[in-house]
């Protein structure tokens, strides 16, 4: 069965210093990952992913994801957090093809002006 | 990308009543998908609609509970039946590109609340 995990509940970071969302996962065979952004009441918006590739990803609104092979992440970065980015944030990953999409727990991103 | 539309955008019913949420999409999606979000949690999968076929369902999902219509390409419906609280949710359509592989595209969801 394939997991994703995000470890931190939440996630609090002054504004203008990089940000960084962790995840982890566990797929079977070449996986595809996502990261998606949830504001409060609307639904989840794409933001990057990894199908194959660069192992740096650059996705909307300046971020970007690394995805680690050996240590089986795909962590969410941004060189310099806006208050704007405070939002749910989730990572979600599938083996491929149209097969199910399975979802982290989802990190609450806090930035403090 | 996919737009999706999906009404309504929110509603508070009555414990044992039904309401059917409906996803539009703006182009032709073999697959479309129905997932739930309880309060403060992540996204579970409900079933998988495919037109002309019934849909699939996810372990602790069952059709009496949550039938779906999939009439064509294009529109699905799922209807959460004789709700109580624990049926509280955002519900979201959900669905993924012609071509392979690609995101997965969400309606904005249905906040459901069930008093």
């Known amino acids: 069965a394939q997991s994703v995990a995000q470890p931190e509940d939440q996630v609090n970071v002054a504004e203008g210093n990089p940000l960084t969302v962790k995840c982890t996962y566990s797929?079977?065979?070449?996986?595809?990952l996502f990261w998606y952004v949830q504001y409060p009441n609307r639904g989840l918006q794409f933001l990057l992913k990894?199908?194959?590739?660069?192992?740096l990803v650059k996705g909307s609104y300046g971020f970007e994801a690394e995805f680690n092979k050996s240590q089986t992440s795909f962590h969410l970065k941004k060189p310099s957090a806006l208050v704007s980015d405070s939002a749910l944030y989730f990572c979600?990953?599938?083996?491929?093809?149209?097969?199910?999409?399975?979802f982290g727990t989802g990190t609450k991103l806090q930035v403090i002006p | 990308s996919a737009v999706i539309s999906q009404k309504p955008s929110r509603d508070i019913c009555q414990r044992g009543t039904s309401l059917t949420i409906q996803c539009q999409v703006d182009?032709?999606?073999?697959?479309m998908f129905w997932y739930r979000q309880q309060p403060g949690q992540s996204l579970t999968l409900i079933a998988t609609?495919?037109?002309?076929?019934?849909?699939?369902?996810e372990s602790g999902f069952v059709i009496d509970k949550f039938p779906i219509s999939r009439p064509n390409l294009t529109f699905s419906t799922l209807t959460v039946s004789n709700m109580s609280p624990e049926d509280s949710s955002i519900y979201l359509c959900?669905?993924?590109?012609?071509?392979?592989?690609?995101?997965?595209?969400f309606g904005q969801g249905t906040r459901l609340t069930v008093v």
């Open positions: 959900s669905v993924e590109g012609q071509l392979s592989p690609t995101e997965a595209f």
């Open positions: 797929v079977s065979g070449n996986p595809y």
């Open positions: 990894y199908i194959t590739g660069d192992n």
């Open positions: 979600a990953g599938r083996s491929g093809g149209y097969q199910k999409v399975t």
């Open positions: 182009s032709q999606v073999t697959m």
């Open positions: 609609a495919n037109q002309g076929s019934e849909a699939t369902y």
